[in-house]
């Protein structure tokens, strides 16, 4: 049993859990950071704030695609990696990062040119007005043009973390995100640069992380080593990557497809400011959202580890600290919801219409917050026992089996009401559901730890 083995099954949960999940966490909410600063600025911008954020409404389907095919890549090849090397196969390993490299370049430019050239199409079927379309016509033709950077710097922070430099791969992250905060000011408010300033500041933080993790390879410090040679495209490793990065890859597009319904139905039942009060709600969830997916991913190792050796009482004990954990985050952020929700919004734009439609949405959408605890923390543990089809079914409720049926029904019903209304009433059925399920293999543990105190009686 080497060391980390040894901590995992024997040092304090709670320290365990500060130790594994306060990295994810920071990670976590470096990426949210990344949108948020650029919703708020865009926001912000005088004059046209509240159709600027509106536009960028739009562009969130087309940012969730982007994302998935960073994730296919970015996922498929670290998973892979880890795989080859322990297998003893380090070529292999090689062989995969200059694969990788090859699909980020491959990729991105593919879709900058599909991008631009059928761009009015596809926001127009996003959801864009006459009035949006400028905005967010405006934001993805920048956004579009650094698309290789935008998959490059997801995939090495895939690949350095997997790499075994997981602060390194944060710390590259951190760089990119505080000079996004930076050139969103500068490129907006100092040259007037307006919506294309703040599209332009991603695209240069997003590079700037693409060259520090390139050069992580280049100058040799990595455990597996970047070489040209490797850059060549094997079939069967493209293989490999698509399959272990087609399920993250498939939720992130059913992640755009439920953004592209709630565009629709924003917009027939309250006009272009509903899409921009969505845009801001989406950034104010994300930020109390956030934490707890760094929780789980803190978990995950130590469930993991904990059940596969059968101490099944770590595992529970884990499991009940995340969730209560996560439940904490989740009651703050539903308390300043429901009680200040205009200091939250009033950061995202000051308009007193957008202003007024964004606090009522808010409050309804976080309605369930306090427990969605339940679903995010149940779900990741429910994947760490190694039962990932039960996860990806209970993930799925939550977002998409419930979610899409409650957004096209509700609005029929309850109008605007009815749409902030279609993610709670998820969160609700999802929690429950997962509640359920998590007490049946609590159950089952407490079979199981009788077991095997009954045989350790009768070999006594």
């Not at 306060?22 to 949210?32: H, T």
């Not at 579009?144 to 075994?164: E, K, P």
């Not at 992380?209 to 060549?232: A, P, Q, T």
């Not at 993930?395 to 279609?422: E, H, T």
Request: contains cysteine; aromatic residues 8%; proline residues 3%.
């Amino acid at each position: 049993m080497n060391n980390t083995e040894n901590i995992l099954g024997t040092e304090p949960i709670g320290k365990l859990l500060l130790k594994y999940s306060i990295p994810a966490i920071i990670g976590m909410m470096v990426n949210a950071l990344y949108n948020v600063v650029d919703r708020m600025f865009i926001g912000n911008i005088p004059d046209v704030g509240p159709m600027a954020i509106t536009g960028l409404g739009i562009t969130m389907p087309m940012m969730s695609i982007i994302i998935a095919f960073g994730t296919l890549i970015g996922v498929g090849s670290t998973t892979n990696i880890s795989i080859k090397l322990g297998e003893g196969k380090r070529e292999k390993a090689e062989h995969i990062v200059g694969n990788a490299i090859s699909l980020a370049l491959i990729i991105g430019i593919m879709l900058t040119i599909l991008g631009t050239i059928f761009l009015n199409k596809i926001l127009t079927i996003f959801g864009a007005s006459a009035d949006t379309i400028i905005y967010a016509k405006a934001y993805m033709s920048v956004i579009l043009i650094g698309t290789v950077f935008s998959l490059m710097s997801m995939m090495f922070s895939n690949l350095i973390r997997g790499d075994g430099s997981p602060k390194l791969s944060a710390t590259i992250m951190a760089i990119g995100c505080v000079m996004n905060i930076v050139l969103d000011g500068v490129f907006i408010f100092v040259f007037n640069m307006g919506i294309q300033g703040a599209a332009l500041a991603t695209i240069i933080s997003q590079a700037t992380s693409s060259i520090l993790g390139l050069s992580y390879y280049l100058i040799g410090k990595s455990n597996v080593k970047f070489r040209k040679i490797n850059l060549k495209l094997d079939i069967k490793i493209m293989k490999t990557i698509f399959a272990i990065g087609m399920a993250p890859f498939a939720m992130q597009l059913a992640t755009s497809m439920v953004q592209v319904m709630f565009n629709s139905s924003l917009k027939n039942y309250g006009g272009d400011l509903a899409i921009g009060a969505m845009a801001t709600i989406s950034s104010i969830n994300m930020l109390f959202v956030m934490p707890a997916y760094g929780f789980v991913q803190g978990m995950q190792p130590i469930v993991g580890f904990n059940y596969g050796a059968k101490k099944y009482d770590r595992a529970k004990k884990t499991l009940k600290i995340s969730l209560m954990s996560a439940t904490a985050v989740f009651i703050l952020g539903a308390l300043f919801i429901q009680l200040a929700p205009h200091i939250l919004v009033g950061a995202f734009n000051k308009d007193s219409q957008l202003m007024s439609i964004t606090i009522n949405g808010l409050r309804k959408y976080g309605f369930a917050m306090p427990i969605i605890g339940i679903s995010i923390v149940g779900t990741n543990y429910i994947q760490s026992t190694g039962k990932a089809k039960m996860a990806m079914l209970l993930s799925l409720l939550r977002q998409v089996i419930v979610l899409i049926p409650m957004i096209a029904i509700l609005p029929k019903f309850f109008g605007l009401n009815g749409i902030w209304f279609a993610q709670p009433t998820a969160d609700i059925v999802s929690s429950v559901v997962t509640g359920i399920f998590l007490l049946k293999e609590i159950k089952k543990y407490d079979i199981n730890e009788k077991d095997e105190l009954i045989k350790e009686i009768k070999i006594a």
